[in-house]
């Protein structure tokens, strides 16, 4: 094929790759009971006036399945980290014992677990759209080329449907892993 069209197809290979990628981040920020540090990684706290990741001011820790322990480097921190898991409603209730705030996670509920299976699923539909976006922006761009013969924009537009349904099927593929380990008791 000619060089443009190459570009067209690498840059939408690589929308779909991040589109994949952010879903992984977000199933990391929906929990299965098991503790992990990384549940906390959406929370922002104020550092001196500006918005900054709870990792970059205090220590997190997972002792066990059950338990996260947040030990801030400044104690001064201990009640606006507080403030901030609360503000950030993970379902969390962190408790400050003066030194470190621990927060117990709870046992899932059934209720909860099919919550968290139908975040999953917005967030899979969600990366779709970002697919499909990213294949309908390649057919207009794969049209748009000039110097290029019909039969080289129809073999191209063929390529862009056959990555879009790689990597559709990809996320359903992690949805599916991702339902799994919600559910399971």
Avoid: C
């Avoid at 006036?49 to 709870?54: A, D, E, M, R, V």
């Avoid at 009640?79 to 470190?100: D, H, V």
């Avoid at 975040?119 to 990366?127: F, I, L, M």
């Avoid at 390529?159 to 008791?185: F, G, M, R, S």
């Amino acid at each position: 094929m000619n060089e443009e069209i190459d570009f067209i197809l690498e840059s939408t290979k690589e929308l779909m790759v991040n589109a994949l990628k952010h879903l992984e981040k977000q199933f990391v920020n929906i929990r299965a009971g098991k503790a992990s540090p990384a549940m906390l990684g959406s929370v922002m706290v104020d550092y001196y006036g500006s918005q900054t990741p709870l990792a970059q001011v205090a220590n997190i820790n997972t002792p066990d399945g059950r338990t996260i322990t947040v030990q801030p480097w400044e104690k001064g921190m201990l009640q606006e980290i507080e403030r901030s898991i609360m503000i950030a409603n993970l379902g969390f209730n962190p408790m400050n014992n003066g030194e470190t705030i621990i927060i117990s996670v709870p046992p899932l509920t059934e209720e909860r677990r099919r919550e968290l299976a139908k975040q999953a699923k917005s967030e899979v539909e969600e990366a779709k759209i970002s697919i499909r976006s990213a294949r309908k922006d390649a057919n207009s761009d794969i049209k748009k080329s000039e110097d290029t013969s019909e039969d080289v924009q129809k073999n191209a537009e063929m390529d862009v449907q056959l990555l879009t349904d790689v990597h559709v099927k990809k996320a359903d593929d992690l949805y599916t892993a991702k339902e799994k380990e919600i559910l399971t008791v």
